[in-house]
C-alpha cells in the first residue's frame, strides 16, 4: 500500500484517537469524540499501523506522527488508576502490620540498631552520670534541662496555638529523620546504620540524663504517650533503608537495578506507613503529651497502652486464622 | 575518513537533546577520552602546583586558564571516536603538533569572554578557522544553538562547583579533630577574602571537579556543534543518498563520494582542506561543489586553503536566516513566568484584635481537630485487633443477617416456635417436601442468625456445609450434612425419602441447637 | 429424556468405573484432582478442552494418561511458528514408483490428540484443526475421512508465552469445552509430585506405565449416554441460565459468554454428577465448573485487564452476586 | 558498553504491550540540572510568600509555614509528577517528563519514592552523589530513579511536521528498496529547510538516476510524489 494511501485509510482513526486524548487530557472545546469502548481498540490498530509504517519504511513524518500518538495513548491508557480508598484503608488496617512482619529481618535488624544503643546509654548514665555530656555537648544538655524544669513546667497551660506550631514542627523534623534514615539505604545501608545509631544514642543519651538530674517524672510523662509510635517508626524507616541496602549487597538471581526497584516497592510501603505514624505522633506529641494531668499514672497508662496496642498490631492485625 | 563510518545515529536534536548525546559520548568513549586527559593535565597541573606550592590559588587559576589546551586533546579523541576511529593514547600525543597547530594562543587569549567555548572549539580546532571567517562561521553555526552552548558553560560550571562542594562535604564527614588544609564551613574569615583562604586542599579538589567534567563538558559542545551541522546540510540524508547512488551505479558513486569526504574529522591533518566551500550552506556554493566533484580530492591542495571564505555575503546571510526561521532549528515555547503576587499582608494588619481572635479560633480548631485525629487513631487501633481476635475477614462490612436465603424466608419472625412440632405437623398432613423445607430453613436461620455465620447470595448448598463446618461440632454437623443431602435430593432429583427418615430428620433436629452445641 | 430412569446399578457402576478412570489418571498426575476430574468431565461431555498452564506441570502427561486410561489411540502435535495445515491433518502424495496417490494420515488420526503450544502456530493451522474439532472429519484431497469416536483434542497453551504468538480468536476458543487452568500443586502434593518422579529414575520423565486401561471406547461410549441422561432440574437450568446471561451485561466484562457457554456448562456438570456417584446436578457442580466452562468466553473490559484483574476473578465475582437456585 | 557496533543515541527503546517499540528520548543532566534550578526557585518563592504571611499570623503561621515546607519538599514535586503530564513545573518549562521504566506514565508511588530518595542524592552536599551517578549510566538515572525505577524523558515531538510539496508524481528509473524510497521521502520532506544550495548539492549526489533536463531537486521530490502513492505518470 502506497503511503497516501495508508493515510487515506486510517487517517480517520489516527483523527479520532487525536480527538480522545485531547478530550482526556483536558481539552474541553472538542465535542465529538470516540466513545470509551472504542478507545482500546483504536488505540490497538494505531500501534499495528505505526509498526507496518516503519516495516514499510513511510516517510519518517508519518512514522513520528503516529509514534507521537502512540506514545501519548500509551500514556493515557497505562496512566495510574485512581486512587483506591479502600485499598489505602486495607493498608492501614492490616496491609502495614503484615508488611513489617513479612520484612521481620530488616525490621529486627533496624530495631537492634535503634533500640540497643538507645536502652544502653539510658543504663550506662543512671551509673555513670558524666557520659552524657560525652555524647552531647554540655550546653545542649543544660538546655534540655531547662526545658523540663518544672518552674517552667506551664506546658499543659500553653495556648492552643503553641500546640499547632509544634505539632507541625514534629511533623516537619520528626518525618524528615524518618525520609533520611530510609533513603540512607541506597548508599550500601550505611546511612542508614549512622541514623539509626545516632539516633538511639541520642535520644538515649538525653532520656537518661534527663531522669538521672531527677527530671525523670517530667520527661517520662511528657513522652509516654507518643513514644511509641515515634520510636517504632524510626525502626521501619531504617527498616525501609535496609531494604534498599539488601537490594544492593544481596540481589540475588537479579541484576541490581531490577532489585532496586523490586525491594524498592517494599519499602516505599514500609515508609509510607512510618510516615503516617510519624504523623500520628506528632499529633498527640504536639497536643496530648504537654497536657498536665493529675495523677501522672494516667499518662503512663496511656503510653503503655499504645506500645501495647501498636506492638499487637504489628504481631497480629492481618494475620489469618491459624495461618 | 568517511561519514559512513559514524559512530552516532544522526538525526536532528532538538538543543538539550544534542547535550545529552555529548554526554553519552564522553561516557562511551571515556577510558581514551580521560586517559588523554590525565596525560596532558596531570604533568601541566602537577608541575604548576609544585612552582606556586606557596600560593594555591595561582596555581588552580592557571590551570583553569589553561583549560583550551586540554580540550583540543580531549576533541581530538572525539572527533576520531566518533568517525569510527578511536585514538590511542599513543596516537593522540604523536599527533600534539597538529592539535596544538591552530588558534591555541587565540583561543587562550579569548577564553575569558568567550562563554560557548567548547561549542566553538571545532570551528578553530577543527575548522581550522581564525579571524573574520571564523566569526561569521560562529555566527551561522551558533544563530540557534548559542543559547545552548552558553547554558552548557554556565551549567558546567556549576557542575564544578558541585562536586568541590561535593568533596569539601565528603571531607566534613570524616573530618575530625585532624585539620587538613582550611574547609570553608570553619573558616571565619570573610567570604571575599578568597585569596588567602583558597588552600591546596581547593586546589586538588578543583583539579578533580575539572576532571570529572571538563571532558562531558567538551562533548557536550562537540555535540552540539554536530548537532547543528546535522540541520544544516542534512547528513544522514547525505549518507544515504550516497548509498543509493552507490548501488545504482558503483563506480560513479565511489568517485562521488570520494569528492566529497567530509572535512571534519580527519581535521587536524587536512582542516585546511575545503572547509570553507562546503560548510558555508551559502547560495554561491554551487559551482564551487561542481567543479570539486571533478576535481581529484585536495588533501594537501593549498588551492582550497586559500581560497576565500564567503560567509559574510549578505545572500548567504539571508539564506541562513531564512533557513534558521524553519520551524526544524528550534520552535517558538510559550513561556510561563512567576509574576509577583501582591500580597495582601496590609489587610491582615489593619484589624489586629478581629485577627488574633482568628487566629484563635483557627487554633482551638486545630486541637479540637487533633484530639478527634487521636481519638480515631487509637479507635483504628483496637479495631484492627479486635477484628483479628473476633476472626472477622477483613474488607467485609458487618451487614444484617439476610431475611431471604436462596427463595427462603429464614428471619426468625417467620419460624414457628417449635420448628420440628410444625414440621411433623405438615409430615401428617401429607405435606412432605414442605416438612423438610421447614427443617432447612430452620436450620439456615439458626446459622446465620444464631451462629452470625455469612452466607452470600450466591452459595450453594455445598458452600452453606463448607462454612458451616468450623462452626458446628461433630454431632450438628452430621446432622446438618444429612439434611442438605436428602434436600439436594428433593430439591434437584425430585426424589422423596420415606416418611421415616424425616421424622428421624424433625427428632434429630434439636442436636443443632446452641445448647448443644455448647456442651 | 426419560426422567429419574436411569437403573441404581447402571449408575453404581458407571460412577465406579469414572472413580477408577479417575484414580488411574490421577497415578500419573499427582496433585491435580480439581484438573484431572474437570477433563474427565469434559471426554464424557464429548467435548474438547483447552489446557493452560506454565511448562513443567505436566500437561503433557495428563493427556497420555487419559489415553492409556480410556484405552484410545494417541498422538502429539508440538505446534510451532512454521508449522503447516497439512502437517496436523495429513496429505495426499504421489507415489512416482506405483503410480498412484497415497494419503497420509495426519496426526489428528487418533482418539486423544494433544495440540501443544496451540497459540504458537500461525492462524490457518489453528483453523485447520478447530475445523476437525468442530466436524470430527477430515477433508484429504478432497476425499472426507470420519475420524472414529471417540475424538478429543486437548490444547495446550502457556500463559507465560503469549507475547509474539497467535492468540486464539474469541470465536474459536469457543469451540472448546472448557479451559482449564494447571496451577502449581500445593506444597505437601509438590513434594509427592517430585518424590515420585525421583523415585522412578526413569530419566526425567514420569512412568505413565503404571497406568491400568479402565475402559474401551465401547464403554466410553456408553458412559457419554449414561451421563446425558443424568437429570437436570430446571432450577439449576435457570441458575446456569442466570450466570451465563449475567456475564453479558455484567459491569466489567466487555463480551459476555454465548449460549454455547451455557450448554458446555450443563454438559461438564452432569459428568461431575456422575462422577460423584449422582444421577442429578446440583447447583454446586455448577458452581464448581463455572471458571473453567466461561474463562475462555469472556474478556474483560481493558480498564480492568490494565489493573490486572482477570476473568477467573470477574467469575468468581458473578458467582457470589448471582442468587443460587430458589425454590 | 553493550555492543561497540551499534551506533549511539540517546533514546532508550521500551516494547509495549500491544508489540511496538517506543523511543524514549532520555534527558540528560544539564536540562535536569536547570529544571531543577526553576523548580528550586519557584519552591523558594512559595516559601518566603509563606514566610510573610507566617510572620503576621504567629504561632498558627509557623505551624503553617512548617507543614507547607514539609509538603513542598517532599510531597509537591511528587504530586506533579504523578498528574497527567509528569513534570514539576520546572521539568515542564523545560519539556521534560518522569516516566516509568516501561515508558508508562509514573504513578504516585515511583514519584514519591524518588522524591524521598532526593535527600540520598544530594549527598555529600548539593547533590553530588546524584550528578555522579547520573554521569555513570546510560539512562542519566539518579539514585532515586534507580529505586523508584522512573526515567525523566523529552516530553515534545522529536521533529516538526512538514509536508512534501506536491507535484506531478514521476516514477524512479529503478525500483527502490523501502530503505531507499524512505530516503528520498525524507529528502523531499526537509528540502526546503535546507535551502537551495545544499539541496541541490545533495540532490546531485544521485546524478545516476537523474534524467537530464529537470534541476534534481524537483526530480527527486517528483519521485517522492510518486512513492507516497500519487496516482503514477
Same mark, same amino acid.
Given at each position: ?212 538530674? @531527677? ?102 492485625? @492481618? ?5 | ?25 564522553? +561516557? ?225 558513486? +565511489? ?257 443443632? +441447637? ?6 | ?25 490421577? %497415578? ?35 493427556? %497420555? ?34 503410480? %498412484? ?60 508465552? %503469549? ?165 | ?233
Amino acid at each position: 500500500m502506497r503511503q497516501i494511501e495508508f493515510e487515506r485509510r486510517f487517517g480517520e482513526q489516527w483523527a479520532a484517537l487525536d480527538q480522545w486524548i485531547a478530550v482526556h487530557n483536558g481539552n474541553k472545546t472538542i465535542k465529538d469524540r470516540p466513545p470509551v469502548s472504542a478507545v482500546p481498540w483504536l488505540y490497538r490498530n494505531v500501534c499495528h499501523q505505526l509498526a507496518l509504517a516503519r516495516e514499510r519504511r513511510y516517510s519518517p513524518q508519518l512514522t513520528e506522527r503516529l509514534h507521537q500518538l502512540v506514545l501519548a495513548g500509551h500514556h493515557v491508557l497505562y496512566a495510574a488508576p485512581a486512587p483506591n480508598r479502600e485499598g489505602f484503608l486495607a493498608f492501614l488496617l492490616s496491609g502495614f502490620a503484615r508488611e513489617v512482619r513479612a520484612e521481620w529481618r530488616v525490621v529486627w535488624l533496624a530495631s537492634l540498631l535503634f533500640f540497643g544503643p538507645l536502652l544502653a546509654l539510658l543504663m550506662a548514665i543512671q551509673i555513670w552520670p558524666d557520659f552524657a555530656s560525652v555524647v552531647i555537648a554540655p550546653q545542649d544538655l543544660a538546655q534540655m534541662q531547662t526545658m523540663y524544669d518544672p518552674e517552667n513546667e506551664r506546658l499543659g497551660q500553653r495556648p492552643a496555638s503553641t500546640n499547632t506550631e509544634m505539632f507541625a514542627y514534629y511533623v516537619w523534623n520528626n518525618t524528615r529523620i524518618g525520609f533520611q534514615t530510609f533513603a540512607g539505604g541506597i548508599l550500601y545501608g550505611i546511612g542508614t546504620l549512622f541514623f539509626l545509631l545516632f539516633n538511639g544514642v541520642y535520644i538515649g543519651a538525653i532520656l537518661g540524663h534527663l531522669h538521672q538530674v @531527677g527530671l525523670g517524672p517530667q520527661i517520662w510523662s511528657f513522652v509516654a504517650a507518643h513514644s511509641a509510635l515515634e520510636l517504632l517508626a524510626i525502626a521501619i524507616s531504617g527498616a525501609a533503608g535496609f531494604k534498599l541496602a539488601t537490594a544492593l549487597i544481596a540481589p540475588g538471581l537479579r541484576s541490581r537495578k531490577l532489585a532496586l526497584v523490586e525491594e524498592g516497592r517494599i519499602a516505599f510501603r514500609l515508609i509510607g506507613g512510618a510516615a503516617l505514624m510519624f504523623f500520628a505522633a506528632a499529633v498527640i506529641e504536639g497536643f496530648f503529651s504537654p497536657l498536665i494531668i493529675d495523677p501522672r499514672e494516667i499518662k503512663y497508662g496511656v503510653g503503655i497502652g499504645m506500645w501495647l496496642v501498636l506492638l499487637g498490631y504489628f504481631c497480629f492485625a @492481618g494475620r489469618t486464622r491459624g495461618a | 575518513m568517511e561519514l559512513e563510518k559514524i559512530a552516532l545515529v544522526l538525526r536532528s536534536r532538538q538543543g538539550w537533546e544534542a547535550v545529552d548525546l555529548g554526554f553519552r559520548m564522553a +561516557m562511551r568513549w571515556a577510558r581514551p577520552l580521560w586517559s588523554a586527559w590525565f596525560a596532558v593535565f596531570l604533568p601541566v597541573a602537577g608541575a604548576l602546583t609544585l612552582a606556586f606550592y606557596e600560593q594555591p590559588i595561582i596555581a588552580a587559576v592557571l590551570v583553569w586558564w589553561l583549560k583550551p589546551l586540554y580540550d583540543r586533546y580531549l576533541l581530538f579523541v572525539l572527533s576520531r571516536a566518533v568517525f569510527g576511529a578511536t585514538p590511542t593514547l599513543r596516537d593522540t600525543l604523536g599527533a600534539s603538533r597538529q592539535i596544538l597547530a591552530s588558534g591555541l594562543i587565540w583561543s587562550l587569549l579569548t577564553r575569558f569572554i568567550d562563554f560557548s567555548r567548547s561549542f566553538n572549539l571545532p570551528v578553530v580546532a577543527l575548522e581550522g578557522q581564525r579571524g573574520p571567517p571564523a566569526r561569521a562561521r560562529r555566527k551561522l553555526l551558533g544563530l540557534r544553538a548559542g543559547g545552548f552552548a552558553i547554558g552548557l558553560t554556565i551549567v558546567c560550571i556549576h557542575f564544578e562547583w558541585v562536586v568541590m562542594y561535593g568533596l569539601h562535604g565528603l571531607a566534613m564527614l570524616f573530618e575530625t579533630d585532624v585539620q587538613w588544609g582550611a574547609t570553608v564551613a570553619d573558616d571565619t574569615r570573610p567570604w571575599w577574602d578568597t585569596f588567602e583562604r583558597w588552600g591546596l586542599i581547593d586546589t586538588l579538589f578543583y583539579f578533580v571537579a575539572i576532571s570529572l567534567i571538563e571532558p562531558f563538558y567538551v562533548a557536550g559542545g562537540f555535540a552540539l556543534y554536530l548537532n547543528r551541522r546535522v540541520m544544516l546540510e542534512a547528513w544522514d540524508i547525505e549518507l544515504a543518498l550516497k548509498r543509493l547512488a552507490a548501488r545504482y551505479a558503483p563506480t560513479l558513486a +565511489m568517485l562521488v563520494a570520494f569528492s566529497l569526504t567530509w572535512h571534519v574529522a580527519p581535521a587536524l591533518a587536512q582542516d585546511a582542506e575545503a572547509m570553507p566551500e562546503t560548510e558555508s550552506a551559502g547560495s554561491m556554493r554551487l559551482d564551487a561543489s561542481e567543479s570539486d566533484r571533478d576535481k581529484p580530492p585536495c588533501a594537501a591542495d593549498d588551492e582550497c586553503a586559500d581560497a576565500p571564505y564567503e560567509a559574510v555575503d549578505t545572500p548567504i546571510r539571508r539564506e541562513a536566516h531564512r533557513i534558521l526561521s524553519e520551524p526544524d532549528f528550534g520552535s517558538e515555547r510559550e513561556v510561563t513566568r512567576w509574576k509577583r503576587i501582591e500580597s495582601d499582608a496590609e489587610e491582615t494588619n489593619d484589624n489586629d484584635l478581629q485577627t488574633s481572635a482568628f487566629i484563635d479560633a483557627v487554633a482551638e480548631l486545630f486541637r479540637v481537630i487533633a484530639y478527634l485525629a487521636i481519638a480515631a487513631i487509637v479507635v483504628a487501633l483496637l479495631y484492627a485487633l479486635l477484628r483479628y481476635w473476633l476472626g472477622v475477614a477483613p474488607t467485609i462490612v458487618t451487614k444484617p443477617p439476610p431475611a431471604m436465603l436462596f427463595g427462603l424466608a429464614i428471619d426468625p419472625q417467620s419460624l414457628p416456635e417449635d420448628v420440628p412440632a410444625a414440621a411433623r405437623a405438615m409430615l401428617a398432613t401429607g405435606q412432605h417436601r414442605e416438612a423438610i423445607s421447614l427443617l432447612y430453613r430452620g436450620a439456615l436461620s439458626n446459622l446465620v442468625h444464631t451462629r452470625r455465620m455469612r452466607i452470600s447470595k450466591g452459595a450453594t448448598e455445598g458452600d452453606v456445609l463448607r462454612l458451616a463446618k468450623p462452626m458446628l461440632g461433630e454431632a450438628p454437623m452430621s446432622y446438618l450434612t444429612i439434611l442438605i443431602g436428602i434436600w439436594t435430593q428433593i430439591a434437584y432429583a425430585a426424589r422423596m425419602p420415606d416418611t421415616a427418615r424425616i421424622v428421624e430428620l424433625c427428632d434429630g433436629y434439636s442436636s443443632l +441447637m446452641p445448647s448443644e452445641a455448647n456442651a | 429424556m426419560s426422567d429419574n430412569t436411569l437403573p441404581i446399578e447402571a449408575l453404581a457402576r458407571a460412577g465406579e468405573v469414572l472413580q477408577r478412570l479417575k484414580r488411574s489418571v490421577a %497415578q500419573a498426575f499427582l496433585g491435580q484432582d480439581r484438573v484431572v476430574e474437570e477433563v474427565i468431565a469434559a471426554l464424557l461431555g464429548g467435548g474438547h478442552v483447552l489446557i493452560e498452564g506454565v511448562p513443567g506441570l505436566g500437561k503433557t502427561l495428563l493427556v %497420555q494418561a487419559l489415553a492409556r486410561a480410556s484405552g484410545g489411540r494417541y498422538s502429539r502435535v508440538q505446534f510451532t511458528p512454521d508449522i503447516m495445515p497439512a502437517d496436523v491433518t495429513g496429505h495426499t502424495l504421489y507415489d512416482p514408483s506405483n503410480g %498412484q496417490f497415497t494419503t497420509r494420515k495426519g496426526p489428528v488420526f487418533a482418539n486423544f490428540v494433544l495440540a501443544d503450544e496451540v497459540n504458537r502456530a500461525p492462524a490457518k493451522t489453528q483453523a485447520a484443526l478447530l475445523e476437525v474439532m468442530q466436524e470430527s472429519q477430515v477433508t484429504l484431497d478432497g476425499a472426507a475421512h470420519k475420524l472414529d469416536p471417540p475424538f478429543m483434542v486437548l490444547a495446550t497453551q502457556n500463559p507465560i508465552e %503469549q507475547e509474539g504468538t497467535y492468540a486464539l480468536p474469541e470465536a474459536q476458543l469457543d469451540r472448546f469445552l472448557l479451559k482449564v487452568v494447571i496451577d502449581y500443586p500445593a506444597e505437601s502434593e509438590e513434594l509427592s509430585v517430585l518424590r515420585f518422579a525421583t523415585e522412578k529414575r526413569s530419566a526425567d520423565r514420569l512412568n505413565i506405565d503404571k497406568v491400568m486401561p479402565v475402559l474401551n471406547p465401547e464403554t466410553l461410549a456408553k458412559l457419554q449416554a449414561i451421563t446425558a441422561s443424568v437429570r437436570v432440574d430446571p432450577a439449576v437450568e435457570a441458575y446456569v441460565l442466570r450466570l451465563v446471561r449475567q456475564t453479558r451485561d455484567f459491569a466489567g466484562i466487555g463480551s459476555g459468554a454465548s449460549t454455547r457457554g451455557a450448554i458446555a456448562l450443563i454438559r461438564c456438570a452432569r459428568s461431575l454428577a456422575l462422577l460423584a456417584g449422582r444421577d442429578f446436578v446440583t447447583p454446586d457442580d455448577i458452581k464448581r465448573l463455572a471458571p473453567s466452562a466461561l474463562r475462555h468466553r469472556i474478556s474483560p473490559v481493558a480498564d480492568l485487564v490494565i489493573e490486572g484483574r482477570t476473568a477467573d476473578m470477574l467469575i468468581a465475582e458473578l458467582l457470589e452476586k448471582i442468587e443460587a437456585p430458589r425454590l | 558498553m553493550r555492543s561497540l557496533s551499534a551506533p549511539l543515541d540517546t533514546s532508550h527503546h521500551v516494547a509495549t504491550p500491544e508489540g511496538v517499540e517506543l523511543n524514549l528520548r532520555v534527558a540528560g543532566p544539564v536540562p535536569r540540572a536547570l529544571a531543577w534550578l526553576i523548580d528550586l526557585a519557584w519552591r523558594l518563592a512559595a516559601l518566603l510568600v509563606l514566610a510573610f504571611v507566617a510572620s503576621v499570623l504567629g504561632e498558627v503561621g509557623t505551624a503553617v509555614f512548617l507543614l507547607s515546607w514539609f509538603a513542598l519538599e517532599w510531597l509537591v514535586p511528587a504530586y506533579f509528577e504523578s498528574r497527567s503530564r509528569g513534570a514539576t513545573p520546572g521539568k515542564r518549562a523545560m519539556g521534560l517528563m518522569v516516566v516509568r521504566d516501561d515508558g508508562a506514565p509514573c504513578t504516585l508511588g515511583p514519584a514519591l519514592t524518588r522524591n524521598l530518595l532526593r535527600f540520598a542524592d544530594f549527598l555529600p552536599l548539593f547533590y553530588f552523589g546524584g550528578l555522579t551517578a547520573m554521569l555513570c549510566n546510560r539512562q542519566f538515572k539518579r539514585l532515586g530513579d534507580f529505586v523508584a525505577g522512573t526515567l525523566v524523558v523529552y516530553a515534545d515531538p522529536a521533529t516538526v511536521a512538514r509536508q512534501i510539496p506536491t507535484m506531478e508524481p514521476l516514477r524512479p528509473p529503478i525500483a527502490l528498496k523501502p530503505e531507499e524510497a524512505r530516503t528520498v521521502l525524507d529528502f523531499a520532506e526537509r528540502a526546503a529547510a535546507l535551502g537551495p544550495a545544499r539541496a541541490e548539492e545533495l540532490a546531485s549526489l544521485v546524478t545516476p538516476l537523474l534524467r537530464d533536463n529537470t534541476p534534481p531537486v524537483q526530480q527527486l521530490t517528483q519521485y517522492a510524489n510518486y512513492l507516497v502513492g500519487h496516482a503514477a505518470d
